[in-house]
């Protein structure tokens, strides 16, 4: 039940229960991920580097975060897709964020030395990454919990809360970031 008080706005749903970190295993689209994460993995791995191109969200970071779009503002790029059939297929076979600011499915890089604090606009969606290259001294906090990625596996989290992720390697690193729909509480 909602506050009185509690407006819906675009950004943030009122009375949406959320937290900062949900199981992989729980969310239908993760757990497709990880069992395709070889073919997910070798698709991208034939990607030319010169296909990235700065992320342009205004947020104040260290070091370079580059980005390949797949999907954009829930515009899909038909060209780029066609080069990534296997995860392409399994995320248009599960339910993908609705709100107005559309899906988004992208691979992202950080380059060595990267840091970025950020939070998300939305309490509506949560985050996948699922790990392409992950060197070690990587790592993501979303609220008090930190944790890092594994090749081939999927954090989930609500981006909505304060994280911050960095690579203090000197390596890239490499994740798939997928936008869901935000689990909903089970009806009794």
Partial sequence: MRDAGEQPSMSRYPGLPSQP???AAAIPAAVALERAAPQIIA???QLD?????????????????????LYERG???DERCRLFPTVTAILEQQRTNSHARGPRLLLAVSTAFARRPASGPTNMRVRAHLGIEIPPECGIRVGEVSTTWHTGTCIVFDDSFPHDVWNESD???IVLVV????????RR
């Fill in 21 to 23: 970190w949900y199981d």
């Fill in 43 to 45: 698709e991208f791995g």
């Fill in 49 to 69: 580097p010169s296909a990235f191109v700065p992320e342009a969200e205004p947020i104040a970071r260290s070091g370079s975060w580059d980005v390949f779009l």
């Fill in 75 to 77: 515009r899909r790029h």
């Fill in 171 to 173: 390596r890239e690193r």
């Fill in 179 to 186: 936008d869901l729909v935000a689990p909903r509480p089970q």
